[in-house]
Every structure is written in C-alpha cells, then in structure tokens.
C-alpha cells in the first residue's frame, strides 16, 4: 500500500483560500439584505460601506489566488453558512422588534470576528510561504476587518444597544 503523500502548508492556504472567496461572496449577497432591515441609519450606512468593501475584499483574493497560479475559485465554507443563517434567522423572528438591530449587529460582528481570525492566519501563512505580495493584500483585508469591527462596536455601544433596551423598559 503506497503511503499516502501528507499534506503542506502551501495546500493548507490554498484550501483557506477557496473557504474564504466562498466567505467573502456569501458575505456581499448578505450584506444588501441585512442593510435592508436596519432601522438606525448609522447601522445601514456601515452594511452599505462593508459592502463595497467586501468588493474590494474579493479582488484581493482574486490577486492572492493570481500570486500562486491558481484559478480563483470558492469552497463551501460551513462555518460562513452557520453564522450567515444565524443572521437569517434574527432577521425573521425579531422582523419589528426594537432588538432587530443589537440583533443584527451581533449576527455583523460575528461575521468579522470569524474572518479577523482567518485573514489573519492567512497573512502569517502567507509570509511562511515566502509570499510577500499575498501576506501585504491579505494584510490590508484585515486591518479593513478591523476597522468594520470597530466601527461595529461603536454603532453598538452609542446607538443600537440602547434604542432595543429604551423600548423595553
């Protein structure tokens, strides 16, 4: 029986790749419903620039994927899906309610934490492999990540978490 040949970290960041473009395109099919929805205009805003920079996020990856010859192409990212189908589901049972928006931004923020944690393995990755020009482009997704996630946050903390608890009280 022939030994099965292991793995490398070059397929390993590949593999993250393809998880990722899939993340990145479900994410701008989203984004437009999830903008839709909100009610505080700070919070659509924010959906809206994330959109586009979703756009730009796409691009990246389409030049990460030029970078090591490789034909941009998506894989099934079941982690992407979860949380895009959590944020579904806030978006249908809390449809008028005061708490739709902490919703929604909490279903946003998780989106961003998860691919935070990605862009970030995928830069290191990237700088392992001796890809300087991917690691730089992967780099520059994550720090507009970050801004998103703080951005997030401030929505949160002055407007929307607030807005769901005045009307409860």
Not at 80 to 99: C, F, H, M, N, R
Not at 109 to 120: P, T
Not at 128 to 148: C, H, I, P, W, Y
Request: proline share 2%; aromatic share 6%.
């Amino acid at each position: 029986m022939a030994k099965k040949e292991l793995k490398q970290l070059d397929e390993l960041f590949h593999d993250t790749l393809k998880d990722m473009y899939f993340a990145e395109k479900k994410i701008l099919a989203t984004l437009p419903k999830m903008a839709k929805a909100a009610h505080a205009g700070e919070l659509k805003k924010a959906f809206e620039k994330h959109k586009a920079q979703t756009e730009g996020h796409v691009e990246r990856l389409e030049k990460v994927f030029a970078i090591i010859d490789k034909k941009p192409q998506g894989k099934t990212c079941a982690a992407i899906v979860g949380i895009t189908e959590e944020g579904a589901e806030i978006l249908d049972e809390y449809k008028g309610s005061p708490a739709l928006d902490a919703g929604l931004l909490a279903a946003a923020q998780a989106v961003e934490h998860y691919e935070i944690s990605r862009y970030g393995t995928m830069k290191t990755w990237a700088t392992e492999l001796g890809l300087t020009d991917a690691a730089r482009l992967l780099g520059q997704t994550l720090d507009e990540e970050k801004e998103t996630d703080a951005t997030l946050t401030d929505i949160a903390e002055s407007v929307v978490n607030q807005e769901a608890q005045q009307v409860a009280a």
